[in-house]
């Protein structure tokens, strides 16, 4: 597929849709994840061709042979984004060219074809505008999109797949953790690492995901919402949560984030939230923070809020960490007043009630 091919797509139309108020009613209260909308986009890859066959259609089952590569080696990656409903009925969204060119680099780092990044924009702008129906307009819910891309070559030798499928599908959602979660507690993984220098840490990859599941599973059976993990040489320094960067607040008014450094995925959330605190006044630094500093700053006081965040959750309070060694509140256990100013800022812009400085806002219609 061309680049010009690119910005057009064979539609199907889904000849049996959900029913407007089977919708309707679904929308009032999606959860998260589990309300898809009724269509989907698919382009093929096969070596010697390249991209083709790009087509919207309806949502469906894949047909793939059990010896599919993607069964076997875990050749495949993903992207989280949302499509968000304007105060004037239109949608938009937020920095897909940054969701497109970490899809391009997660690709090179599981030796993938690489999906051209306006390909990418625009296969998610098309879904949208498809589906715009499924656009819930809740305060705080989104059009939650999922594009992904799969190994489909017939093989058990162990090689990069000759052949791939990209897809996106799209799901209408509320919020990421149930009740809203005014703060979470948080467990420290001593027995599992999510990434080692030299690995996938920073590419957004299913294999990193279930390497997480067993510390979170550990985490929610000591009554904590959500794992934090440690860095995988010294296990020492804070990384990142199963699924979301944390930042940490001082009482001189900084922030602090661990440093990008291959084991921590380039959030986008995180990259807009630097922006976003610069703006404040804030000073953010970009360095290593251990465990003990950690809970050291919080009981002292010199650490007043703390949070995690990443596209699904958007942005949550820590209030406690725990852990076979830890157990230590921050400030009073819940949201704090930067923390609520941040969040506040970013979906402000996200939903259009705030001008966008920045040129984040991709407007679909």
């Given at each position: 597929?061309?680049?010009?091919?690119?910005?057009?797509?064979?539609?199907?139309?889904?000849?049996?849709?959900?029913?407007?108020?089977?919708?309707?009613?679904?929308?009032?209260?999606?959860?998260?994840?589990?309300?898809?909308?009724?269509?989907?986009?698919?382009?093929?890859?096969?070596?010697?061709?390249?991209?083709?066959?790009?087509?919207?259609?309806?949502?469906?089952?894949?047909?793939?042979?059990?010896?599919?590569?993607?069964?076997?080696?875990?050749?495949?990656?993903?992207?989280?984004?949302?499509?968000?409903?304007?105060?004037?009925?239109?949608?938009?969204?937020?920095?897909?060219?940054?969701?497109?060119?970490?899809?391009?680099?997660?690709?090179?780092?599981?030796?993938?074809?690489?999906?051209?990044?306006?390909?990418?924009?625009?296969?998610?702008?098309?879904?949208?505008?498809?589906?715009?129906?499924?656009?819930?307009?809740?305060?705080?819910?989104?059009?939650?999109?999922?594009?992904?891309?799969?190994?489909?070559?017939?093989?058990?030798?162990?090689?990069?797949?000759?052949?791939?499928?990209?897809?996106?599908?799209?799901?209408?959602?509320?919020?990421?953790?149930?009740?809203?979660?005014?703060?979470?507690?948080?467990?420290?993984?001593?027995?599992?690492?999510?990434?080692?220098?030299?690995?996938?840490?920073?590419?957004?990859?299913?294999?990193?995901?279930?390497?997480?599941?067993?510390?979170?599973?550990?985490?929610t059976r000591e009554g904590c919402e959500q794992v934090i993990f440690l860095d995988a040489v010294e296990r020492r320094y804070v990384e990142e949560l199963g699924g979301m960067n944390v930042f940490f607040l001082f009482d001189d008014g900084s922030l602090q984030t661990p440093p990008l450094t291959g084991t921590i995925?380039?959030?986008?959330?995180?990259?807009?939230?630097?922006?976003?605190?610069?703006?404040?006044?804030?000073?953010?630094?970009?360095?290593?923070?251990?465990?003990?500093?950690?809970?050291?700053?919080?009981?002292?006081?010199?650490?007043?809020?703390?949070?995690?965040?990443?596209?699904?959750?958007?942005?949550?309070?820590?209030?406690?960490?725990?852990?076979r060694k830890y157990n230590f509140t921050i400030g009073s256990g819940g949201a704090g007043q930067v923390t609520g100013k941040l969040k506040a800022a970013l979906l402000d812009i996200q939903n259009g009630r705030a001008p966008d400085p920045h040129g984040w806002i991709d407007r679909l219609f």
């Open positions: 597929m061309t680049e010009s091919q690119a910005k057009t797509f064979l539609f199907e139309k889904n000849q049996n849709p959900l029913a407007a108020s089977e919708r309707e009613a679904l929308l009032e209260n999606p959860g998260f994840g589990r309300v898809f909308t009724d269509h989907m986009v698919t382009i093929r890859y096969s070596e010697g061709r390249g991209w083709h066959d790009g087509r919207i259609e309806a949502r469906r089952a894949f047909d793939l042979d059990p010896a599919t590569v993607v069964f076997h080696y875990a050749q495949e990656i993903f992207e989280g984004m949302k499509a968000y409903r304007l105060r004037d009925g239109g949608a938009a969204l937020f920095r897909p060219d940054a969701n497109a060119r970490r899809f391009r680099n997660s690709a090179l780092r599981l030796a993938m074809a690489p999906l051209p990044e306006d390909m990418f924009v625009q296969s998610v702008r098309e879904l949208v505008r498809v589906d715009r129906d499924w656009i819930p307009s809740a305060d705080g819910a989104a059009l939650y999109l999922r594009p992904f891309m799969i190994s489909t070559e017939v093989l058990l030798g162990v090689k990069p797949s000759s052949d791939y499928i990209y897809c996106v599908i799209a799901s209408s959602v509320g919020s990421y953790f149930k009740g809203g979660a005014p703060a979470v507690t948080l467990w420290v993984s001593e027995n599992y690492t999510r990434a080692a220098p030299g690995g996938t840490g920073e590419a957004k990859c299913g294999g990193n995901y279930a390497a997480s599941l067993a510390a979170q599973a550990e985490a995925l380039p959030g986008i959330t995180r990259d807009s939230l630097i922006t976003l605190a610069r703006d404040l006044g804030l000073t953010v630094r970009e360095e290593p923070y251990a465990i003990d500093r950690w809970e050291a700053d919080a009981k002292s006081g010199r650490l007043t809020e703390a949070f995690a965040c990443g596209t699904a959750a958007v942005v949550t309070p820590i209030g406690q960490v725990k852990g």
